[in-house]
């Protein structure tokens, strides 16, 4: 069952009053509890095909459906975190933002998150940094906050652009292994940019591949 569609994509951008364009008719399906790899060099529009699904810049034209899907189901984390890079709010408090829900009061302060959260919170050695200051930490633990971030909101469907950038070899191993299992028993759908090929080919079901404007998907075992 798809929960995801893309038919016919085209996403430019306007720089220095000329028209680029990144991706052209761009078509590609996401399946429920899918686990999706993009691929793809150095600009060649992988972080715009995920902003352009989240609706966080325009499209030319072309159709982009969730099914049975809320925005609210979706929860994001950008490849760079420039905002709360320079807050002052500590990881606790900036942890709690992921559970606010558009839609529900302006602000909503959570007292107790799931423990299916909380477990991996402690996976991710989140609690160890909760009274830090985010604009305190190392870019691999601000990666790791806003990840734990993500997961408050217990979406279906998790889209992370380059999640394993500035982390460290055991942090990786342990966040893979948590992401199989998010997957397997708890039925998120994943949607990730990755630059590591080969482990994408290993984890993932599908691959898309970006490249010259063009997206390839290609279905892969598991
Ligand atoms: N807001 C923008 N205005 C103009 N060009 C942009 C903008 N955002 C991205 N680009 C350009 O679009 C291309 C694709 O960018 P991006 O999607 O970030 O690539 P990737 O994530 O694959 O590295 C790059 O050449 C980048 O410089
Ligand atoms: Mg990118």
Redesign the pocket.
């Known amino acids: 069952m798809n929960i995801l569609e893309i038919k016919n994509l085209n996403i430019s ?1 306007k ?1 220095c009053g000329k028209k ?1 364009s ?1 991706l052209k008719n761009a078509n590609l399906s996401v399946k429920f509890c899918d686990y999706i790899c993009i691929v ?1 060099k ?8 995920i902003k352009a699904i989240l609706g966080i810049i325009p499209i030319d034209n072309g159709k982009i459906s969730f099914i049975n899907l809320k925005r609210s189901d979706v929860s994001y984390v950008p ?1 760079f975190n420039t905002g709360f890079a320079n807050m002052p709010a500590t990881v606790e408090e900036a942890i709690f933002t992921g559970a606010v829900r558009p839609g529900l009061a302006k602000y909503c302060r959570i007292n107790k998150i799931s423990d299916i959260t909380t477990h991996f919170l402690n996976k991710l050695k989140i609690p160890d940094l909760y009274k830090r200051k985010m604009m305190d930490l190392s870019g691999g633990q601000i990666k790791r906050v806003l990840i734990a971030r993500a997961l408050c909101s217990e979406p279906k469907m998790l889209i992370l652009d380059e999640p394993f950038a500035n982390l460290d070899e055991e942090t990786s191993d342990i966040l893979y292994k948590m992401f199989d299992r998010l997957n397997a028993f708890n039925k998120i759908t994943f949607v990730m ?1 990755l630059h590591d090929t080969e482990k994408a080919k290993k984890v993932s079901t599908s691959i898309i591949n ?1 490249e010259k404007g063009k997206v390839c998907q290609v279905i892969n075992k598991k």
Do not use: E, T
């Open positions: 951008y720089f680029i990144i793809g150095n600009g060649a529009g992988k972080s715009s095909l490849q940019v970006v």
